[in-house]
């Protein structure tokens, strides 16, 4: 089936850019997204990417797609406290209406 | 204000006990789902319901069953076939009519953290 692939941890400093990276399997996803976690609450949806686009910005947030490589990133600039959490991938295919998350990425903004 | 409710926010059973763990939207979307999330991992599905009183098995379906018989509401029960039920546990909603990221995009309620003492 399908599977989607992230890192367990990043640690950055407040002030500098954070870039979380994904990669994924099923090469006929159509919408590639992000979601944001904060402890013990839901997912917040961040962004997304249209499977026909290379880069999404969006505010402090820009997306990266690579469909050849299958490698979706997340840059997050001026990382500030508040954007300590546990960021998901998630792709959604092109037939059903299901999402595969990848991990997490838990990111640890230091002052 | 519109979005997902999830009761109760903690929930502890005793083994053996089913359980039921409840989820409304008032966001008139046809399709909801049911995730399961353990420390260090990512979200799997546990059912999901396209339309009221009609509902498909994800991935990680047995020891779980559900109902849809109202559009707004969405319980999922944990039986005690479910062997390892100690996980948060987390609901979702989607619009599934129209186009674009309004078609397709998952609102999450805030999780119910379920307990076998």
């Known amino acids: 089936g399908e599977d989607v692939e992230q890192s367990l941890f990043l640690s950055v400093r407040e002030g500098d850019s954070s870039v979380i990276n994904c990669t994924y399997t099923?090469?006929?996803?159509?919408?590639l997204y992000w979601y944001k976690q904060e402890p013990g609450a839901g997912l917040q949806l961040l962004t997304y990417?249209?499977?026909?686009?290379d880069m999404k910005q969006d505010q402090r947030l820009t997306v990266l797609l690579n469909k050849k490589d299958k490698h979706l990133s997340l840059r997050i600039a001026d990382t500030q406290t508040g954007d300590s959490a546990i960021y998901f991938c998630?792709?959604?295919?092109?037939?059903?209406?299901?999402?595969?998350f990848g991990g997490g990425t838990r990111v640890l903004v230091k002052p | 204000d519109g979005g997902i409710t999830q009761s109760p926010k903690y929930l502890f059973r005793k083994e053996g006990q089913n359980v039921t763990l409840s989820c409304e939207q008032n966001?008139?979307?046809?399709?909801m789902y049911w995730y399961r999330q353990d420390p260090g991992q990512g979200l799997r599905l546990i059912y999901y319901?396209?339309?009221?009183?009609?509902?498909q098995k994800g991935d990680i379906a047995e020891g779980y069953s559900v109902s849809r018989e109202k559009k707004e509401s969405f319980p999922l029960t944990v039986t005690s076939a479910q062997k390892n039920p100690t996980a948060f546990y987390l609901c979702?909603?989607?619009?599934?009519?129209?186009?674009?990221?309004?078609?397709?995009?998952?609102?999450f309620g805030p999780g119910t953290r379920l307990t076998v003492l």
């Open positions: 998630a792709s959604k295919g092109a037939a059903g209406n299901k999402l595969t």
């Open positions: 099923d090469s006929s996803s159509t919408y």
């Open positions: 990417i249209f499977s026909n686009m």
């Open positions: 966001l008139n979307h046809d399709a």
């Open positions: 319901s396209q339309i009221v009183n009609d509902f």
């Open positions: 979702a909603s989607r619009k599934s009519t129209g186009t674009g990221i309004s078609y397709n995009e998952q609102f």
